[in-house]
């Protein structure tokens, strides 16, 4: 069972440009949570999602950032018109149940 | 509101001395607390975890133990080896909400043989 798997790795856009970040959760897991990581800073939760429903975006900007669960397919993660301070690392976590998050190896932005 | 407060690395240890890394919590009600690590260039495993007060979480020889009279949950390994060397964060998740957590901003730990 391979664990939560994220893509791309490393992402590098320009300013105003959008960027997409995927998150493929373990086999079986229905709960999904985003988490973004600045530099020398602990992680600060995002958003919880299960398959198409946003449960708890508490950690969201208003403004640029949007996330999504399909029925079928990866988690995405979106951030419109990105800008310097978007420069992060962005993990994705998953659960079968409400407990128990497995992390994936995250996905480094970085904004030029 | 919830917050995590740990101590500030990076921590530098010649290999075999003792680990202490402190961690302190603020929150509501009764909240789950844990200790994850990050490896350089790798996501976060969980290390251990305590649900309630006097709890005592334990995993490869690191343990940590939740005292709800002093908010505290402080990571402790007697013998740290270089292996060990990465970025250790404490966190806690609400009751009932158990994978939202709260993160302290990690301490690095370097362990040099």
């Known amino acids: 069972n391979a664990g939560v798997m994220q893509n791309p790795r490393h992402l590098v856009r320009r300013r105003g440009q959008e960027a997409r970040l995927r998150c493929s959760p373990m086999k079986g897991h229905s709960h999904v949570y985003w988490y973004r990581q600045l530099p020398e800073e602990g992680l600060k939760f995002m958003v919880y999602l299960q398959k198409e429903n946003i449960i708890d975006e508490s950690g969201m900007p208003k403004e640029r950032f949007s996330a999504e669960f399909p029925k079928e397919g990866p988690s995405i993660l979106r951030i419109q018109q990105v800008v310097r301070g978007d420069s992060a690392a962005y993990f994705c976590?998953?659960?079968?149940?409400?407990?128990?998050?497995?992390f994936g190896q995250g996905t480094r932005l970085t904004v030029v | 509101g919830n917050s995590v407060t740990q101590m500030e690395g990076p921590v530098t240890l010649s290999e075999e001395a003792f680990l202490t890394i402190n961690c302190t919590y603020t929150?509501?009600?009764?909240?789950?607390l844990f200790w994850y690590v990050q490896y350089p260039g790798e996501g976060l495993q969980l290390l251990l975890k305590a649900t309630k007060a006097d709890d005592k979480g334990s995993n490869k020889g690191f343990e940590a133990t939740y005292r709800k009279e002093t908010t505290s949950f402080h990571l402790e390994k007697g013998s740290v080896q270089v292996s060990d060397s990465a970025v250790y964060f404490c966190a806690l998740s609400d009751q009932g909400n158990f994978n939202k957590f709260y993160f302290g901003s990690g301490t690095k730990l370097n362990v040099k043989p």
């Open positions: 976590a998953s659960s079968a149940t409400g407990e128990g998050a497995f």
């Open positions: 929150a509501t009600g009764y909240p789950s």
